[in-house]
């Protein structure tokens, strides 16, 4: 199927769109041998598209990466704040991957990282429903505000499935939690937990 050059760049893990247009400009990405204009579209099942000489074909092995990502790490290729970004932490592996979802710079755990950008597009999209698991801590806790972090709430002007939260352990008003989602709204978790009356720790 035809896609805009760009697009098929992006998605075989070459460069962003916006950097991938510019690739273009710049008369270094060719298609069946002939130096491509911005607008021109392909197929990369059929055409021959390379990018300084370099086949799309050689070019896009896929990888997949599991990386336990740290606290303090921005889930991100490049910080305009210049904070330690998780594309740092894979910056030896050869090929330039990007990360499918986000954990945000305070979270830690599995986060993957990827080429294959239909692999990403399927784990990622709504559609699919995919779940995720995740674990914390939290003060203030009690059996009220547990039951108000399993109601459905609106974030973003989106109403959110109910989630499914399992108490793990209990001291006082401090607990650890595991939360399965399907959405994956910006803080989600954080936020729901506010909602709640719940203070995260970690």
């Given amino acids: 199927?035809?896609?805009?050059?760009?697009?098929?760049?992006?998605?075989?893990?070459?460069?962003?769109?916006?950097?991938?247009?510019?690739?273009?400009a710049q008369g270094r990405v060719t298609c069946n041998g002939a130096v491509a204009s911005l607008g021109d579209s392909a197929d990369p099942e059929v055409d021959a598209i390379c990018v300084d000489g370099i086949s799309l074909r050689q070019a896009d092995a896929p990888v997949y990466l599991m990386l336990n990502k740290p606290r303090g790490y921005v889930t991100t290729l490049r910080d305009p704040q210049g904070r330690p970004n998780t594309a740092q932490l894979v910056s030896g592996c050869g090929?330039?991957?990007?990360?499918?979802?986000?954990?945000?710079?305070?979270?830690?755990?599995?986060?993957?990282?990827?080429?294959d950008g239909a692999w990403a597009n399927n784990l990622m999209h709504p559609r699919h429903q995919v779940e995720k698991t995740y674990q914390?801590?939290?003060?203030?806790?009690?059996?009220?505000?547990?039951?108000?972090?399993?109601?459905?709430?609106?974030?973003?002007?989106?109403?959110?499935?109910?989630?499914?939260?399992?108490?793990?352990?209990?001291?006082?008003?401090?607990?650890?939690?595991?939360?399965r989602i399907h959405e994956g709204r910006n803080r989600q978790i954080r936020r729901?937990?506010?909602?709640?009356?719940?203070?995260?720790?970690?």
């Fill in 136 to 179: 914390l801590w939290v003060q203030n806790f009690s059996p009220e505000k547990e039951a108000l972090l399993r109601r459905p709430v609106e974030l973003d002007g989106y109403r959110i499935q109910p989630p499914w939260v399992h108490l793990d352990s209990r001291q006082e008003d401090r607990a650890r939690l595991t939360i």
């Fill in 192 to 202: 729901m937990s506010q909602l709640a009356g719940l203070t995260v720790t970690r």
């Fill in 1 to 24: 199927m035809k896609e805009r050059l760009q697009k098929i760049l992006s998605a075989h893990g070459i460069a962003s769109r916006r950097k991938a247009e510019d690739l273009i």
């Fill in 95 to 115: 090929v330039r991957v990007y990360p499918v979802g986000r954990l945000d710079l305070d979270s830690e755990g599995l986060l993957l990282l990827t080429n």
